[in-house]
């Protein structure tokens, strides 16, 4: 039936089936290949096995993210492990001939959710894959972004392909009007706090409602790039003028006439009326306070206005065990006001809050101020060297400087500290990133997932603080 | 890849939901550009009571005594029986393979996160779905039967305890038939080489911007 109206989902999912079998097993066809230096040398090393080829090379673009030091770059990297991973990428980039490669000391290097937008690598109506669980950031561009391992990394660089089969949809709809303070990290962790940490499995997200169209090109990547943390492999947003007005100029987006043809067919990247969706959640954007973790897991979060749970009223036993562990690993007593949890370091960075945007908001913050006493180390990686001298131009680097912070070098940096940037066992971290677990930040370190506001008011404060008390 | 049919072994139990691929291996492990030598890292927070580093001699590391693996009616598992959303967290391929080098043939819980279950079946590794009430009923005959083998058929989709009971799991065809043949993915989709390029053909029309 031609006029069944679809979701967005569908749309996408339709117009890149190759094949499908009858158990709707489908070969889907991958428009961008996203790659980086951790998953991709065991799949290099199986195309060199077999003798294969890539593909597509033009579908790829590629970059050094996760190991990467973000201090005295030109020093090279110290840890000889990190140091063999870079080079075997670069070398992987050079025997297998990729073009579009943006090495360590390639001004436009960055964390590869990052770069790919901004490079206008990532347009509506793609399907964008990446070995990273992260890569759902791109969805906000009404494409169809999921993370994969590195066999299918494999896959798709030999095929252009991956065997898949379609998701479940489930459509959140965030209506009305955040309250100032309130940012796009807020909503999502709300989203996440409400359906939980598999709320979303074995689904696509679809993020809509007037709260979640009102926010920038950067939020809607933020809220995106969490899908995975509510278990879903993929989110996304309708395209709109934001979007198409974001793409305009940028290097990998096409250009003049063949600007405005594609733009006539990405208006059309949005679920039609009356399509039906497996399941709705309902959020209202005005209820939604600033965030923070008390856990170790995103789901484990509140108000900055609430207290550290009780577990002793969780009448479900398994739960009430994870929660107690939590709490023992983070050093937290039951009924601790937020508020008055003391931090030891702070990070603003990752590829949910590094972009340009994130970082005006927190030097928004911090201007004129200075970090507390008890912080040991503040420190804000920006996303790319793009987003970094973007932010120099604009003199954000001074503001952060003079308020004790420490201005790095863009990569992935103590999101999960593969490279020297990391907690010591015990030290509370305010960060900005996207996974609390148990030692992702270093071992033994406590992570309290924040927006970039709320991060910078804790910095200032030596401990978690009300964002909307500052502004 | 490696087939799995049937499967007979001990089982594990490790009773935490939403363990994550950061738990299972841990970052630092990551920077290997090999696809061997993950198992003597596997759950490496848990297990040992130092920090792992790649490249430790890790028979010389104090064991974690509490830590269920480390326990003394449980080496030897090949059977791992755990709680929901197991494997949530980084797509990181690690996971599985630190999993099958510890020597786990099959897992066993109510849910996985769906990169991680994907990532299992690459590597010939089988994420057995159980419903919470028969993974709670296991858990119980597991903590009260020292030795506990399971028989895993994949072929009749069947999960047998000693004493008779069977629990019957679902899984679907297309992953069966490929874990059960060890399949060569890439080379089986190499064959609709053909289809792939006439369906570059036909986008390559309705969106010319993205084949430039
Ligand atoms: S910033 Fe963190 S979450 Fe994002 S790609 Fe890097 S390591 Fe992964």
């Known amino acids: 039936m031609a006029d069944m109206p679809k979701t967005l989902y569908d749309k996408l999912w339709d117009a890149h089936l190759v094949q499908e079998e009858a158990d709707g097993t489908a070969l889907i066809y991958i428009d961008r290949h996203l790659v980086h230096e951790v998953t991709s040398p065991q799949a290099f090393e199986g195309l060199e096995i077999h003798g294969r080829k890539l593909w597509r090379l033009k579908s790829i673009l590629a970059t050094a993210d996760h190991n990467v030091p973000t201090t005295a770059r030109n020093e090279g990297i110290a840890d000889p492990v990190s140091r063999l991973q870079v080079e075997t990428l670069d070398n992987n980039i050079v025997k297998f001939g990729v073009k579009d490669y943006f090495g360590m000391h390639d001004s436009r290097q960055g964390i590869v959710h990052v770069i790919g937008p901004e490079q206008g690598a990532t347009l509506p109506g793609m399907t964008v894959v990446c070995g990273d669980s992260h890569t759902s950031t791109h969805g906000a561009f009404a494409a169809l972004a999921f993370g994969i391992g590195t066999s299918e990394v494999e896959h798709v660089m030999a095929t252009q392909c991956l065997v898949a089969k379609k998701s479940k949809s489930l459509l959140i709809r965030v209506e009305g009007k955040a309250g100032r303070g309130v940012t796009a990290k807020d909503i999502v962790l709300a989203i996440i706090g409400k359906i939980g940490t598999a709320g979303g499995t074995g689904s696509a997200i679809e993020f809509a409602g007037s709260a979640i169209r009102a926010l920038s090109m950067e939020g809607r990547m933020t809220v995106c790039n969490m899908a995975i943390e509510a278990g879903a492999r993929a989110g996304m947003v309708a395209a709109d003028e934001k979007t198409i007005e974001y793409l305009k100029g940028r290097a990998f987006a096409p250009k003049g006439a063949m600007f405005e043809q594609a733009a006539r067919y990405w208006t059309t990247l949005h679920s039609d009326v009356g399509a039906t969706f497996d399941r709705i959640v309902d959020l209202d954007a005005a209820a939604i306070t600033p965030q923070v973790t008390w856990g170790t897991s995103p789901e484990m979060v509140t108000s900055i206005t609430g207290s550290v749970p009780e577990p002793a009223k969780e009448t479900d036993p398994v739960k009430r065990e994870a929660m107690e562990r939590a709490l023992q690993y983070m050093g937290l007593d039951p009924g601790t006001l937020m508020a008055d949890i003391r931090i030891d370091k702070v990070f603003i960075g990752s590829c949910t809050n590094s972009r340009i945007e994130d970082l005006r908001a927190a030097a928004g913050i911090v201007r004129g101020r200075h970090i507390a006493d008890n912080i040991k180390l503040a420190m804000v990686v920006a996303g790319s060297g793009l987003v970094k001298r973007q932010a120099e131009v604009e003199g954000l680097d001074k503001i952060f400087l003079a308020a004790g912070f420490e201005w790095r070098e863009p990569g992935c940096s103590m999101c999960l500290g593969m490279n020297e940037d990391r907690l010591s066992p015990g030290e509370r971290c305010a960060s900005t990133s996207n996974r609390n677990f148990e030692g992702r930040q270093g071992a033994g370190g406590r992570t309290h997932l924040v927006s970039p506001e709320m991060a910078a008011a804790a910095a200032i404060a030596g401990r978690f603080a009300d964002v909307r008390q500052i502004l | 890849m490696d087939p799995f049919r049937q499967h007979t072994g001990l089982v594990a139990p490790l009773e935490r939901a939403n363990v994550d691929t950061d738990a299972i291996i841990p970052k630092q492990f990551l920077k290997s550009i090999k696809r061997t030598g993950f198992g003597e890292n596997a759950f490496d927070e848990w297990r040992y009571m130092d920090l792992g580093e790649p490249g430790m001699n890790n028979s010389k590391r104090p064991l974690n005594p509490n830590f269920v693996l480390n326990q003394s009616r449980y080496l030897g598992a090949t059977i791992l029986l755990t709680r929901k959303n197991f494997g949530c967290g980084s797509s990181r391929e690690h996971a599985p393979w630190a999993l099958q080098q510890f020597g786990f043939r099959a897992i066993i819980a109510p849910s996985y996160a769906d990169i ?39 072929d009749r989709q069947t999960v047998r305890v000693p004493s008779a009971q069977v629990y019957i799991f679902d899984v679907e065809d297309s992953r069966k038939q490929s874990l059960l043949n060890g399949w060569d993915e890439i080379g089986r989709t190499l064959r609709h080489s053909d289809k792939i390029k006439s369906y570059e053909t036909a986008r390559a029309t309705r969106e010319p911007w993205l084949f430039n």
């Open chain 2, 116 to 154: 991680f279950f994907n990532n299992c079946f690459k590597n010939g590794l089988l994420p057995i779905v159980l419903t919470e009430l028969e993974v709670d009923h296991l858990f119980n005959i597991v903590s009260a039967t020292a030795g506990l083998q399971l028989s895993v058929d994949l």
